[in-house]
């Protein structure tokens, strides 16, 4: 596997996600298709949260020391717990944007990282900085794609129109 091709995509969608979220209205970004999905704040403080205390973190940790515990996070209470919904867009949106280039500069100077160290998890077995590496990669995919919904969706709300056509249906 070439892993600074991994992290060459990490970089760019570094850069993606800015173009995607950067300059939004506040009532994009506040838009939710449904009371319990949702919008575009919540996303980028998942997507902060995540690259420092999840991704980063615990690349870093099978890295170094995979032979100690890991510190355990919950992300799926943090939307709650850490009141996504009130935070600034624009503070978070720069925050997580800071924290993917510090990312990415951390990664890029790795000398002969050993990508084969593994970490007994309690419940999900062996976990390889590899794999948390790939599923970086993929973090990012599956919210691209949930970001590219939501905006979907809301222009759709916004447009009053039907968004039939560019689908050819």
Not at 25 to 44: F, G, I, M, N, Q
Not at 132 to 157: A, E, M, P, T
């Amino acid at each position: 596997m070439d892993y600074d091709k991994i992290i060459a995509a990490l970089a760019k969608n570094g850069d993606l996600f800015k173009n995607m979220l950067e300059g939004l209205s506040r009532d994009e970004y506040l838009w939710k298709p449904a009371p319990e999905k949702w919008c575009l704040l919540e996303v980028v403080c998942h997507l902060f949260d995540e690259e420092r205390e999840d991704f980063w973190a615990r690349t870093k940790h099978v890295l170094e020391t995979p032979d100690l515990p890991m510190k355990p996070i919950y992300p799926a209470t943090w939307v709650a717990s850490r009141k996504y919904s009130e935070q600034d867009y624009a503070s978070v949106l720069e925050k997580f944007l800071a924290e993917r280039a510090a990312s990415v500069q951390w990664l890029r100077s790795l000398k002969a990282p050993a990508w084969g160290n593994s970490y007994q998890h309690p419940e999900l077995g062996t976990l390889t900085a590899r794999l948390f590496l790939v599923n970086w990669l993929d973090h990012d995919y599956l919210h691209i794609r949930q970001i590219l919904s939501l905006k979907h969706g809301y222009l759709g709300v916004y447009s009053g129109e039907g968004l039939f056509y560019a689908a050819g249906e």
